[in-house]
């Protein structure tokens, strides 16, 4: 089992055993953890990052039994000819609205610019906001048909270390928001259903289905071309 593999699995079993909140605080302190190269910790902060909001969409999902999550799903660009596939971290659908999040873990403190620009503490840049909004222009395909007047908001997730530092103007803070485990249900909209759930639950098996097998042709595809094993 791999490394951040094995992390998911222990913070999912804390989280069944002791309850979300020890579990959370149990992957916070893991981002400090100072094993593992470049390559690797980065990675493995990912994976935290990945299954804290897990843990947190589990719990909603409790409470809101009709409610839906999609974890890693991969899409192919329906309208083009190409191989390019796009992956979304997380969707949560609702009754009101559907949700396509992307998790952030990036180490240290950070500004964030623009539409959702992310500025790391070496300068380098991220968009985060470009990402997000083509993984929902890819779902908005697959969902077509299954509401009249379609609903979506694109979610920022972070949980990292260092201070963030939100420079972006009140519009852009309101149309990609910036959420953490404190704040993520500040963002869920409690407006009319527009969203058809029962076609949706049916369909979520059969989007999972086509998930995976889009992930191991890319997975496929990476090796070949990187001489993996």
């Not at 906001?129 to 993984?135: S, V």
């Not at 997730?157 to 260092?162: A, C, I, K, L, P």
């Not at 201070?163 to 519009?171: A, S």
Request: aromatic share 10%.
């Amino acid at each position: 089992m791999k490394v951040k593999d094995s992390a998911r699995k222990h913070l999912l079993d804390i989280y069944e055993k002791y309850g979300s909140k020890v579990a959370i605080e149990t992957a916070r302190a893991s981002l400090t953890i100072s094993k593992g190269g470049s390559e690797f910790k980065p990675q493995f902060n990912g994976e935290i990052c990945e299954t804290v909001l897990e843990i947190i969409l589990k719990e909603l999902c409790k409470k809101n039994s009709s409610w839906i999550y999609l974890k890693s799903v991969v899409l192919p660009d329906t309208e083009t000819l190409s191989d390019f596939l796009t992956e979304i971290d997380f969707v949560l659908i609702t009754e009101s609205c559907i949700y396509c999040i992307e998790c952030k873990s990036y180490a240290g403190d950070k500004t964030i610019i623009n539409e959702g620009t992310v500025v790391l503490k070496n300068g380098k840049k991220r968009d985060v906001y470009k990402q997000d909004l083509l993984h929902l222009e890819v779902l908005g395909k697959l969902l077509h048909g299954f509401s009249k007047t379609p609903k979506y908001k694109i979610v920022f997730f972070n949980f990292s270390t260092g201070e963030v530092n939100d420079l972006r103007d009140h519009i852009w803070k309101e149309k990609f928001p910036l959420v953490n485990d404190s704040t993520f249900t500040t963002i869920l909209e409690n407006s009319k259903p527009v969203w058809d759930l029962v076609g949706l639950r049916r369909a979520a098996p059969k989007i999972e289905k086509f998930s995976k097998q889009n992930r191991d042709r890319h997975l496929a595809y990476v090796k070949s071309k990187h001489g993996g094993s």
